[in-house]
């Protein structure tokens, strides 16, 4: 199932980058980001109501170490589509992407060194044509 809604988030986050680069035509990226956020948080907290997410209790479960990590989450994030957006305003949506999907080797690599995960040959070679990708799709 993980695989599947997988790709869904591989289409939305095309989408994305579609509806956004039509969207930057005539303001400024770090409005639309904001304004982005914001619809991004309402719609979200919808999601969760409906979901029955928000129980008694419920935050009693994070512990300030979660709480930390999260922000920090949160913080990168929002960092991350403050850039994507500057880049999507003034780049080519295709190659802008492009560049963005080297988080994919950044990912493989960081999880190597702060979550222990293996680091096998599949997994570099994976990573070098991801980043081989990249590099032929942003070339004149």
């Known amino acids: 199932m993980w695989l599947f809604y997988a790709f869904l988030?591989?289409?939305?986050?095309?989408?994305?980058?579609?509806?956004?680069k039509l969207g930057l035509k005539n303001i400024d990226?770090?409005?639309a980001t904001t304004v982005r956020a914001s619809i991004m948080a309402l719609f979200l907290i919808v999601v969760a109501f409906i979901m029955k997410k928000f129980q008694q209790g419920m935050f009693?479960?994070?512990?300030?170490?979660?709480w930390i990590l999260i922000t920090l989450s949160g913080i990168a994030g929002a960092l991350s589509w403050l850039f994507y957006f500057f880049a999507l305003k003034y780049g080519i949506a295709g190659k802008v992407?492009?560049?963005d999907r080297l988080s994919i080797v950044f990912v493989i690599i960081f999880a190597a060194l702060f979550l222990g995960e293996s680091l096998t040959w599949?997994?570099?070679?994976?990573a070098l044509v991801i980043a081989l990708g990249a590099v032929l799709i942003t070339m004149k």
């Open 122 to 126: 599949k997994t570099g070679v994976g």
């Open 29 to 31: 990226s770090t409005l």
């Open 9 to 20: 988030s591989a289409i939305f986050a095309a989408l994305v980058a579609i509806f956004g």
């Open 97 to 99: 992407v492009a560049i």
């Open 60 to 66: 009693a479960a994070f512990t300030t170490r979660d």
